[in-house]
């Protein structure tokens, strides 16, 4: 039990808690008389008006007494006392007196900010909501034409000639019988009218049976001359490359063959290897034609007798090279193939040499299909916007892409690629390997990206590698620790590792000691065992108290409930190694806490409703729950029902950031929707937008939103002042048929194919990587699938049929039997199912597919809309609009949450 003191005031630790947790803390305990100062050390001075009885764990501060007139801390010594007028403190045993009235006073009436509300402005009812217009902002790909960079035009006419495809004779032997077949048949008439008119005669029988054997001897005697022709086009052609002695010293040998090529084309292998030898690049680069990639599969072979139509646009490097003849067809001795692509990378190394950098490039890239060299290429002779272009342009490595536009001077554009293709730590390394103090200014753009996303963490997690950045993110900690929950566990880790002070130390040793957040001490337990504080005293004791509360605990843990043996084991040893040895010799043995749920777990809500009406909630991180409750507002809720904060902002859905660090509070009017950001660490609300459109997906990233509407998908920047487009998903012939889903790494969305005439509609399940947008999988459907289907993000499909659900996916489908009918609701890859009658709500959840669900839970006379679904920081939240939400872990064996919300 912690004892009772009558406190005067209290010292609150500012610089550890955060601004805004210690203005709340001021504002719970404000009453008439009280005043607040500030401690030169940045923290706040809270003086009451008359002494108050409080427990010391309950305490919004260090707690101070009045003795003789002035102020001290509890614990002093006995020989030292508070002159009258004056505050004595004693922090890390030091003395500190200072002069109460000397110090600046704190006007909490100050705090008042009006612009975090929202104005209504009253109109006529039913007036509709007037929606901001949205501004476009998709990056276009890049479509670099070196053939015009390199002022190549067109090739001539003789060498489409050569190369044009020649007559399909694949069908002569075919069209020969049906000729003989059908002179045959004509000669037959006339003689069978004279049979039956003269009867049989032998000598016209065989006059005609001769002619017909002539007409078929002149077609084999055809056929053969064809090939005698081929044979000696190609003996001519061995002959000249045998006779390879005579040519000049340098030249190359033209490919001998069996039969294969064709005159033509040997003519033009011959004046198109003349041309290069020659240096004529100007000939040789218009009249040559591109080759497949190695290890190209299913592609025509380029000189076969039936040729594909040969290539005459403009040679764009687009992301693939598919249309155009391609030279994939083996031949005896050296392959056509690999003649011309040893041909064509000498040209490249002598126009390289001979300064020509765009027509060095353009045969590396178009040519030769490497568009890596062609990029290395221009980036050796620092043309590194050209080479970013190109390289976005072919979709190469995201990395690489990051590291050129950076280079290139375009770091808006670098900074955007690395973060919608995950690319930021990979350029990061690649850039440290040949320019240091390029790859710490992108290192810094990845904190402030990070840090304008609202990721504290991520953003010390980007600048940590770094022992110069370290410092920087400091207050990016502080507000961290205002977060509560695991993120407060590994951002005083972090404070304390860059040396915090005796305040710190504290507040993680009361975590560590018990405090109300589990989760948070073993985080805190886990960040210690990678991260050493600085004060190696300091280090001891943390560590110490560390191995105190795994072992209470039973282990590490994760926040989604399961638990690495190895692992464990581990952080076990680390934090052994530092811990005081006397200590540590005491402490019993590591005892992974057995976890393990029998059968389905059954979670009940409270069985009576709320006073206020929940139309979405969500558990976060820190342990408490955020809830819409429609006009009536916002709250954060404690997991007893307390309320820990309240904003008067309409919100009828919430759209959580991935970190939790922020939120966008959404208010739907019909189609209309008005959007408010939501600072979880500051708990300050700042208006956004309002957008006209069909769906608002319930997560993002911190940034980016994403949208959906009948036209496809919409990713919205919510940092700009007016809602603005960075990218944008399907259109022109793809439709959304269902809604969007989205997790952290995956989103899913059910999509219609009209058809183009030749080919029917067709309806299918996408699924994108996030935040890349590489499409992975287009699953075709059927039309029974399609019926109340819900799609998952882990690309797999939930319908809802009668007696049953089924779970379609690339492996096959799975059915679940159920009672009755009801109605599901899915978030990322979870899913609950519905079913009420008269007793109430009865609902299955589970992840992915199962014939098995994860849970089952009852909301007792619940009634009317189903139940909704939020998975998040490793909780899953159930909540039902009569006033009740649920939270357990993901396996259902720990109730979290289980409270009724009112206006209390």
């Known amino acids: ?30 009453r008439p008389g009280a005043e607040l100062r500030e401690l030169p050390d940045r923290r706040w001075l809270f003086t009451l008006p008359e ?77 509709p909501v007037v929606p901001e217009p949205v501004r ?121 063959t069996s039969g294969a090529l064709h005159r033509r084309h040997l003519r033009y292998l011959r004046d198109l290897t003349r041309a290069f030898e020659q240096r004529r690049w100007e000939d040789a680069l218009r009249d040559a034609i591109r080759l497949a990639a190695a290890g190209s599969r299913d592609q025509p072979a380029w000189f076969g007798r039936r040729l ?12 693939r090279l598919a249309d155009g003849p391609l ?47 062609a990029v290395a290429l221009l980036a050796r002779h620092d043309r590194a916007a050209q080479a970013a272009e190109f390289a976005e342009g072919r979709r190469l490595a995201a990395h690489l892409i990051v590291r050129l536009w950076w280079r290139a001077g375009d770091r808006d554009r670098a900074v955007r690629t690395a973060h919608r293709r995950g690319a930021f730590a990979r350029a990061v390394e690649r850039l440290a390997d040949t320019d240091r103090a390029a790859a710490r200014d992108l290192r810094t753009a990845w904190v402030e990206h990070c840090r304008s996303r609202g990721d504290r963490l991520g953003a010390v997690a980007a600048a940590w590698p770094d022992p110069v950045l370290r410092p920087t993110v400091a207050a990016d900690l502080r507000d961290a620790v205002a977060l509560g929950g695991p993120v407060r566990g590994r951002a005083l880790a972090h404070l304390l590792a860059l040396g915090a002070g005796d305040a710190t130390r504290r507040l993680a040793r009361a975590l560590l000691d018990g405090g109300d957040e589990a989760a948070g001490s073993l985080a805190l337990a886990a960040a210690l065992a990678d991260l050493p504080a600085a004060d190696p005293a300091v280090d001891r004791e943390l560590t110490t108290a560390a191995l105190r509360a795994v072992i209470r605990a039973g282990g590490f843990g994760r926040p989604d409930g399961t638990r690495d043996a190895h692992t464990e084991h581990l952080l076990h040893e680390r934090l052994l190694k530092r811990a005081d040895p006397f200590a540590a010799v005491d402490l019993p043995r590591l005892r992974r806490a ?88 500051t708990r300050t609300p700042h208006p956004w937008t309002t957008l006209r459109t069909r769906q608002i997906v319930p997560s993002f990233d911190g940034r980016h939103l994403l949208t959906a509407d009948d036209d496809g998908i919409t990713v919205l920047d919510t940092h700009t002042p007016r809602p603005t ?13 269902g809604p969007v889903v989205r997790s952290a790494t995956s989103c899913a969305a059910l999509v219609r194919t009209r058809s183009d005439g030749r080919t029917p509609g067709r309806a299918e399940l996408w699924r994108w990587d996030q935040p890349s947008w590489e499409l992975r999988r287009r699953l075709g459907l059927e039309e029974d699938d399609r019926v109340a289907a819900q799609p998952l993000a882990n690309g797999r499909l939930l319908s809802v049929g009668p007696g049953a659900l089924r779970w379609t996916g690339e492996s096959g489908s799975v059915s679940l039997e159920v009672d009755g009918e009801g109605e599901a609701r899915t978030d990322g890859a979870w899913w609950a199912y519905t079913a009420t009658d008269a007793t109430g709500a009865h609902v299955r959840a589970g992840a992915g597919s199962g014939a098995t669900p994860a849970f089952t839970a009852g909301f007792p006379g619940a009634a009317g809309t189903p ?27 720990t109730l979290l949450v289980g409270l009724r919300v009112t206006a209390s």
């Open 725 to 737: 487009v960075v990218w944008r998903e399907l259109g022109h012939d793809q439709r959304l048929s």
């Open 867 to 893: 139940v909704g679904i939020r998975h998040h920081a490793g909780a899953v939240t159930l909540w039902h609009r009569s006033g009740r939400v649920l939270a357990v872990t993901p396996d259902g064996g």
């Open 136 to 256: 476009e902002d998709v990056p276009q790909a890049p479509a670099v034409d070196l053939r015009a960079a390199a002022g190549i035009s067109e090739s001539t006419d003789r060498a489409r000639r050569r190369t044009a495809p020649g007559p399909d004779r694949s069908n002569e032997g075919w069209v020969a019988a049906a000729a003989v077949f059908l002179v045959a048949a004509i000669a037959a008439i006339p003689f069978s009218n004279l049979i039956a008119r003269r009867g049989f005669h032998l000598g016209a029988f065989l006059l005609a049976v001769g002619g017909a054997a002539a007409v078929l001897l002149g077609f084999v005697l055809h056929d053969r001359r064809q090939a005698r022709s081929a044979g000696a086009a190609h003996a001519a052609a061995g002959g000249a490359a045998a006779r390879s002695t005579a040519r000049p010293r340098g030249a190359r040998r033209t490919p001998s």
């Open 1 to 30: 039990m912690s004892p009772v003191i009558h406190a005067s005031g209290f010292v609150l630790d500012v610089p550890v808690i955060g601004a805004a947790e210690a203005a709340d803390r001021v504002l719970t305990a404000w």
């Open 594 to 681: 057995e976890h393990s749920v029998a059968g389905v777990p059954h979670l009940t809500a409270p069985d009576r409703p709320g006073t206020l009406p929940v139309l979405d909630a969500v558990r976060l991180g820190s342990g408490s729950v955020l809830v819409a409750c429609g006009h009536a507002g916002v709250r954060l809720l404690a997991p007893d029902g307390r309320t820990r904060a309240r904003w008067d902002v309409p919100a009828d859905q919430l759209v959580v950031a991935d970190h939790g660090g922020t939120a966008l509070l959404v208010a739907h009017y019909g189609d209309v929707h008005e959007l408010v950001r939501l600072d979880l660490a």
């Open 327 to 373: 030279v994939a067809s083996p031949i005896s001795g050296p392959t056509v193939h690999q003649y011309l692509t040893d041909l064509y990378r000498e040209a490249a190394r002598a126009l390289e040499g001979e300064g020509r950098i765009d027509e060095a490039a353009f045969v590396l890239a178009d040519l030769l299909d490497a568009p890596a060299e």
């Open 308 to 319: 594909p139509r040969r290539f005459t646009g403009a040679l764009r490097p687009t992301p």
């Open 51 to 127: 002494p108050t009885p409080i427990r010391v764990d309950g305490a919004p501060g260090e707690p101070l007494r009045a003795v003789g007139g002035g102020l001290e801390a509890v614990g002093l010594r006995g020989d030292e006392n508070a002159a009258p007028g004056e505050l004595l403190l004693h922090p890390g045993g030091v003395i500190e007196r200072h002069i109460i009235d000397a110090l600046p006073q704190l006007r909490p009436e100050d705090w008042l900010d009006l612009s975090g509300l929202t104005l209504h402005r009253l109109g006529v009812v039913g007036a």
